[in-house]
T-cell receptor, first 108, second 116 residues
Framework: KNEVEQSPQNLTAQEGEFITINCSYSVGISALHWLQQHPGGGIVSLFMLSSGKKKHGRLIATINIQEKHSSLHITASHPRDSAVYICAAANTGNQFYFGTGTSLTVIP | DTAVSQTPKYLVTQMGNDKSIKCEQNLGHDTMYWYKQDSKKFLKIMFSYNNKELIINETVPNRFSPKSPDKAHLNLHINSLELGDSAVYFC???????????????FGPGTRLTVT
């Protein structure tokens, strides 16, 4: 069993829909990262959080430390949001554990 | 200006060869990383390194070795390449001792290695 589980694995949405991607982890962490990998392959760090909630534009990330769960929300989704979203848990020993990614396709 | 750059972007080589992938960051960060992304798109950390400490993922074969001539560079050397080494390799950097302390990472564009 992977230390970080994401759901769903694949997601197709209509433009404008509200999207939620979930991440559960079983390791003790000091930070939880959300990454976006574009179809061209490049990886961008979206969020790094250790508690509460963060917002960048239409993207919101939340984390519940007690439940070992994080969510990434996209409001008013757009075709340019189509990408793979990866959750990564970082522990205090500088080890990273990656989820298998959620492939999102937003249809116009 | 590119924050984290890697060369080459594509590398095709035969089994048994030795090859290197270069990584440079111009962000002034003190920690750099190498990741491997396999054909199923699963990312795994291989190394994290700053001027004080090299942390190696214990699952990485010792044919892989990081070399850091200075803080801005972390090159990846691979000896005796095997078919299973085919993957995309990403370099990243952060300020501070890695993501374990909640430091945002900046990724390079990746190097697609194909071993034939």
């Amino acid at each position: 069993k992977n230390e970080v589980e994401q759901s769903p694995q694949n997601l197709t949405a209509q433009e404008g829909e509200f999207i939620t991607i979930n991440c559960s982890y079983s390791v003790g962490i000091s930070a939880l990262h959300w990454l976006q990998q574009h179809p061209g392959g490049g990886i961008v760090s979206l969020f790094m959080l250790s508690s509460g909630k963060k917002k960048h534009g239409r993207l919101i990330a939340t984390i519940n430390i007690q439940e070992k769960h994080s969510s990434l929300h996209i409001t008013a989704s757009h075709p340019r949001d189509s990408a793979v979203y990866i959750c990564a848990a970082a522990n205090t020993g500088n080890q990273f554990y990656f989820g298998t990614g959620t492939s999102l396709t937003v249809i116009p | 200006d590119t924050a984290v750059s890697q060369t080459p972007k594509y590398l095709v080589t035969q089994m048994g060869n030795d090859k290197s992938i270069k990584c440079e960051q111009n962000l002034g960060h003190d920690t750099m990383y190498w990741y491997k992304q396999d054909s199923k798109k699963f990312l795994k950390i291989m190394f994290s390194y700053n001027n004080k400490e090299l942390i190696i993922n214990e699952t990485v074969p010792n044919r892989f070795s990081p070399k850091s001539p200075d803080k801005a560079h972390l090159n990846l050397h691979i000896n005796s390449l095997e078919l299973g080494d085919s993957a995309v390799y990403f370099c990243a950097s952060s300020q501070g001792s890695g993501g374990g302390r909640g430091r945002e990472q900046y990724f390079g564009p990746g190097t697609r290695l194909t071993v034939t």
